[in-house]
Nanobody, 126 residues
Framework: QVQLEEFGGGLVQAGGSLRLSCAAS????????MSWFRQAPEKEREFVAA???????TYYADSVEGRFTIFRDNAKNSFLQMNSLKPEDTAVYYC????????????????????WGQGTQVTVSS
């Protein structure tokens, strides 16, 4: 598996934007499905977005569809562009990766991923 580190969290007002970055290191980055999850206080970690290893397919949770965009440059980086942020988007955001996933969809679970970053806090004020 690869090592992951997130960047770009912070405090933003409702309606604002943030871009999260995920830098991978270690083994080759090819064939890895990349995803973002988030976890709010006292809630379970939930799926946000995923992108196939080729970058051709993307999937989003209903709550962020149309506002968030996941993309990757395949130079060991993936990104989550977050627009029109809402207070309910406040959470710790985690980057995840795995090369064994056969079917990419918005039903992916945390247990499907073997590599995780340490998380980055996103706080949206009303």
């Amino acid at each position: 598996q690869v090592q992951l580190e997130e960047f770009g969290g912070g405090l933003v007002q409702a309606g604002g934007s943030l871009r999260l970055s995920c830098a991978a290191s270690g083994r080759t980055f090819t064939k890895y499905v990349m995803s973002w999850f988030r976890q709010a206080p006292e809630k379970e970690r939930e799926f946000v977005a995923a992108i196939s290893w080729s970058g051709d397919s993307t999937y989003y949770a209903d709550s962020v569809e149309g506002r968030f965009t996941i993309f990757r440059d395949n130079a060991k980086n993936s990104f989550l562009q977050m627009n029109s942020l809402k207070p309910e988007d406040t959470a710790v955001y985690y980057c995840a990766a795995d090369r064994e996933i056969q079917v990419v969809s918005k039903t992916l679970k945390p247990g499907d991923f073997g590599s995780w970053g340490q998380g980055t806090q996103v706080t949206v004020s009303s």
